[in-house]
């Protein structure tokens, strides 16, 4: 059975919008380099996706855009060749080295973390939420940045039930963000 993890920035404050932290540094893109590359695929909602495939997919030409930084270049191209399972009831196809799930939320997660491998990333606000309530994520890791947003979606809004979480593991960056690793408490 590989493992479903959450890996999301967050803000101080729990913003969880991408545009409402800072722009990520070199550490931070070779954190989520590595940790996207030790993933057997990704799991997105369509919005995550869509957003994900706006920036990092490669464009037709085979060249990255002029807005890259050359650092940014290996995250680009782990998350491009990632294997990645959409959830969503809008999309009609999914073309991203990506497959649609649009079976049963809680069967068809289940269905994936039961294939052998090293485990799953899921990432986003939407979906993981719903994840988290059908208890079928087993590691969170929020990498922490150190601003406070003020405004924006927070993290994991809209819980039905506190999840009690134990820290398992931890990161600083020389930015001062720091990325937490934490797992459900049985």
């Given at each position: 059975?590989r ?11 729990g913003?969880?919008?991408h ?12 954190y989520?380099t590595?940790?996207m ?5 990704l799991?997105?909602?369509?919005v995550?996706?869509e957003?994900?495939e706006?920036a990092?997919?490669r464009p037709?030409?085979g ?5 890259m930084?050359?650092?940014e270049?290996p995250f680009?191209e782990?998350?491009d060749?990632?294997k990645k399972?959409?959830v969503s ?7 991203w080295?990506?497959e649609l799930?649009?079976?049963d939320l809680?069967?068809?997660v289940?269905r994936?973390k ?14 993981p939420t ?7 994520i087993d590691e969170?890791?929020?990498l ?9 979606p927070t993290l994991?809004?809209?819980l039905r039930e506190r ?7 931890r990161?600083?960056?020389r ?5 937490l690793r934490?797992?459900p408490?049985?």
């Amino acid at each position: 059975m590989r493992p479903l993890r959450y890996a999301i920035n967050v803000t101080l404050d729990g913003c969880c919008h991408h545009e409402a932290g800072v722009a990520p540094d070199e550490d931070s893109m070779r954190y989520w380099t590595e940790k996207m590359g030790s993933a057997d695929a990704l799991l997105f909602g369509r919005v995550t996706y869509e957003m994900m495939e706006s920036a990092w997919r490669r464009p037709d030409s085979g060249t990255w855009p002029d807005w890259m930084r050359e650092w940014e270049v290996p995250f680009a191209e782990t998350i491009d060749r990632a294997k990645k399972y959409v959830v969503s009831s809008t999309l009609s196809e999914a073309d991203w080295n990506a497959e649609l799930v649009r079976d049963d939320l809680s069967q068809a997660v289940q269905r994936l973390k039961d294939e052998p491998g090293e485990g799953l990333y899921v990432g986003g606000v939407t979906l993981p939420t719903a994840l988290a309530d059908l208890g079928l994520i087993d590691e969170y890791e929020f990498l922490v940045q150190p601003v406070l947003a003020g405004h924006g979606p927070t993290l994991l809004a809209g819980l039905r039930e506190r999840i009690q979480l134990e820290l398992i593991g931890r990161h600083e960056f020389r930015s001062g963000a720091v990325a937490l690793r934490y797992r459900p408490r049985e």
